[in-house]
C-alpha cells in the first residue's frame, strides 16, 4: 500500500499544487442559483467535484459548509468523499478537530479509516491541546495509508499572537508554538524518501521568519497553503513564498474559484492550475 | 430572553454543578452489551439523557463519538439535543471547533442557531487561530441566549507545552496563551450581573497558577471543568481546585459514570451529585 505522502507526491509532480476548496457558504449556494439546503449543498459540491476532475489533483471540502446543514450536510459529504474518490481526485477532510487523545482517536477513525463513511484520504487537525495529543489519529494514518495536516501558521491575522507565543518548556522551549509544530512534524517524517504523511497548515499570507520556521524543517513535509485568491496570496507568488520546500506544498483556492458559478469553475481551474504550474516550473 | 450565562447559573444554583458527559466510546458500548453502530449509539445516549434528567441540569456529548458513525452519528446527535431540550437539560455540544472567522461562523450557525438541526445550548471553540477569528460565534451566542466555552487550560499532559508558550505581542503580551484567552474571554462577559454566556475551559487536573491565571480573572466566566472521574481529579476537591470562582464551575463526569451500565447509571449520578454539591455547600 502506498502511504499518504508517497500518494501525495505523485500528484503534485503530474497535476501540479492546485487544490479546490469546497466551501458551500451560503452566499455561493446564493449565487450559484442554489438553495441554502442540503439539495442546494449537494449540486455545488458535486460540480465542483466534477470540475476538478482531470483538472486538478486535490480538492478540500471545508465540513464547516456541511455541518451547517446538520445530518442532512454529513450524508452529502459522504457522497462527495466517494464522488471524489471514484474520479481519482485526493480529498483533505477540512475538520480541525482537536481533543484529548482518547477523544481525538474518534476523529481519526472517523475520517481516516478505510471503508468509514466519511472516508477521506487526510484530515486537518489541531495541536491546541499538544502534538502528543495525536498519536493515535497519526498511526492510524501511517496504518491505513491516510494523512494529516496540523495547523501550524494560519493564514488569518488574528491567529500570530497565538502561534508566534513562546514555548518555554520541553522539547521545543525557545521556540515559537507554530515552529514547535513545524519541527515535531519534519521528525514524524524523517524516514520519508520524499514527503511523509503528516503535514503541516502554513497560511500563504504569512512570513515564515517572523514564526522562526526555517524551510530546511519541512524538507520531507507536506504543506497544506491556504490564503491564495480572497484571502490575500498570488499563485503566482508561491515560490517566492515556500522557496526550497515549493514542491511540497498544496495550494488551495476557494471561493475566488467557486464565484465563476457552475458554468465557469473548470475554465477557472484550468487558468489557475496553469498560473500556478507554471510558477513552480511544473 | 434569558441569556445562556442567566441559564446555567439557574441550573447550576438549583441542580449543582454535575454534568454528564456523553461519551459513546466503543469500549462502553460493548460494555452495555450494544452494538458499535449508530443504534447501539442511539440506545446509550438516550438512556443518558434519561437517566440525567431530574438528576442534574446539564449534559455534554461529545461529537467525536457521534462522527465516528457518519451521517448516521449525526441523524442520533439530533435526536440526543432534542430529547435533552424536552427533558429541561441545557446541553453543550462538545466539538471543539475552531478555524478563520468566515469558517467558524459556519460552525456558529450549526450549533447555536435556534431551529438548526444540531440547535444546543453551547458548544466547545478552539482559539488555535486567535480569540478575534470566534467574535462570529461570540455575537450569535449573545444573540440567540447560546453559550461558548474556550479551550483554555485542558486536562491532558501533553498540551501544557502550548498553553503555557508565552505571548510575545498585543494585548495579552508576557501571559501565557491559556491565561490570555481567560482575561480575554472575562472582559467579553464584565456587564454580567453574575455569569456570562462565554466560558472557558479548564482541566481539574490542571494547577491554575502554572499557567499564570488568577482565579478573580473569572468572576463572570463560567467554567467548564473536564478531568473528574478517569482522568484523575476528584470532585470531593472541587472548592480547593477553583476556590472563589468554585461556583462558576461544570463540573463533567463521562467513562466513570456511563460504565454504571444502563441500570446503574441514574443512582451513580444521584451518588456523584450530591458529592459535588456536598463539596460546594449547595
Redesign the interface.
Same mark, same amino acid.
Given at each position: 500500500m502506498a502511504s499518504f505522502g508517497e500518494r501525495l507526491a505523485g500528484v503534485l509532480d503530474s497535476r501540479g499544487p492546485l487544490c479546490l476548496g469546497i466551501?458551500p457558504?451560503a452566499f455561493l449556494l446564493a449565487e450559484w442559483g442554489l438553495s441554502d439546503d442540503a439539495a442546494g449543498l449537494r449540486e455545488l459540491s458535486l460540480r465542483a467535484v466534477d470540475a476538478a476532475a482531470g483538472v486538478i489533483g486535490v480538492v478540500k471540502p471545508?465540513i *464547516? =459548509?456541511f %455541518?451547517?446543514?446538520? *445530518? @442532512?450536510g +454529513?450524508?452529502v459529504? %459522504?457522497e462527495v468523499f466517494a464522488a471524489a474518490r471514484a474520479a481519482g481526485l485526493l480529498a483533505i477532510a477540512d475538520v480541525?478537530?482537536?481533543?484529548? $487523545?482518547?477523544?481525538?482517536a474518534? +476523529?481519526g %477513525? @472517523?475520517w481516516l479509516t478505510t471503508g468509514? !463513511?466519511?472516508e477521506a484520504d487526510a484530515m486537518t487537525i489541531? *495541536? +491546541?491541546?499538544?502534538?502528543?495529543?495525536l498519536s493515535d489519529p497519526i498511526e492510524r494514518a501511517v496504518a491505513y495509508g491516510k494523512g494529516l495536516f496540523v495547523?501550524a501558521a /494560519?493564514?488569518? !491575522?488574528? @491567529? *500570530? #499572537? /497565538?502561534?508566534? #507565543? %513562546?514555548?518555554?518548556?520541553?522539547? =521545543? @522551549?525557545g521556540r515559537?508554538?507554530a515552529a $514547535?509544530i513545524v519541527s515535531g512534524v519534519e521528525h514524524l517524517n524523517a524516514n520519508a524518501a520524499r514527503l511523509g504523511s503528516v503535514g503541516v497548515v502554513l497560511g500563504a499570507t504569512v512570513r515564515l521568519a517572523d514564526y522562526g520556521i526555517a524551510g530546511a524543517e519541512l524538507t520531507r513535509t507536506p504543506i497544506l497553503a !491556504?490564503g491564495f485568491g480572497e484571502?490575500g496570496a498570488n499563485l503566482r507568488d508561491l515560490p517566492a513564498l515556500f522557496g526550497a520546500v515549493r514542491n511540497n506544498v498544496v495550494a488551495n483556492v476557494g471561493r475566488s474559484v467557486l464565484r465563476a458559478g457552475a458554468s465557469g469553475i473548470r475554465d477557472e481551474l484550468i487558468l489557475r492550475s496553469h498560473e500556478v504550474r507554471q510558477a513552480v516550473s511544473l
Amino acid at each position: 500500500m502506498a502511504s499518504f505522502g508517497e500518494r501525495l507526491a505523485g500528484v503534485l509532480d503530474s497535476r501540479g499544487p492546485l487544490c479546490l476548496g469546497i466551501d458551500p457558504h451560503a452566499f455561493l449556494l446564493a449565487e450559484w442559483g442554489l438553495s441554502d439546503d442540503a439539495a442546494g449543498l449537494r449540486e455545488l459540491s458535486l460540480r465542483a467535484v466534477d470540475a476538478a476532475a482531470g483538472v486538478i489533483g486535490v480538492v478540500k471540502p471545508q465540513i *464547516a =459548509f456541511f %455541518e451547517r446543514h446538520g *445530518a @442532512a450536510g +454529513y450524508s452529502v459529504l %459522504e457522497e462527495v468523499f466517494a464522488a471524489a474518490r471514484a474520479a481519482g481526485l485526493l480529498a483533505i477532510a477540512d475538520v480541525k478537530r482537536g481533543d484529548v $487523545g482518547s477523544t481525538v482517536a474518534a +476523529y481519526g %477513525e @472517523a475520517w481516516l479509516t478505510t471503508g468509514s !463513511p466519511l472516508e477521506a484520504d487526510a484530515m486537518t487537525i489541531v *495541536a +491546541y491541546q499538544g502534538l502528543g495529543s495525536l498519536s493515535d489519529p497519526i498511526e492510524r494514518a501511517v496504518a491505513y495509508g491516510k494523512g494529516l495536516f496540523v495547523l501550524a501558521a /494560519t493564514s488569518n !491575522p488574528e @491567529a *500570530a #499572537a /497565538t502561534q508566534t #507565543a %513562546e514555548v518555554t518548556t520541553g522539547e =521545543f @522551549a525557545g521556540r515559537s508554538v507554530a515552529a $514547535g509544530i513545524v519541527s515535531g512534524v519534519e521528525h514524524l517524517n524523517a524516514n520519508a524518501a520524499r514527503l511523509g504523511s503528516v503535514g503541516v497548515v502554513l497560511g500563504a499570507t504569512v512570513r515564515l521568519a517572523d514564526y522562526g520556521i526555517a524551510g530546511a524543517e519541512l524538507t520531507r513535509t507536506p504543506i497544506l497553503a !491556504p490564503g491564495f485568491g480572497e484571502q490575500g496570496a498570488n499563485l503566482r507568488d508561491l515560490p517566492a513564498l515556500f522557496g526550497a520546500v515549493r514542491n511540497n506544498v498544496v495550494a488551495n483556492v476557494g471561493r475566488s474559484v467557486l464565484r465563476a458559478g457552475a458554468s465557469g469553475i473548470r475554465d477557472e481551474l484550468i487558468l489557475r492550475s496553469h498560473e500556478v504550474r507554471q510558477a513552480v516550473s511544473l
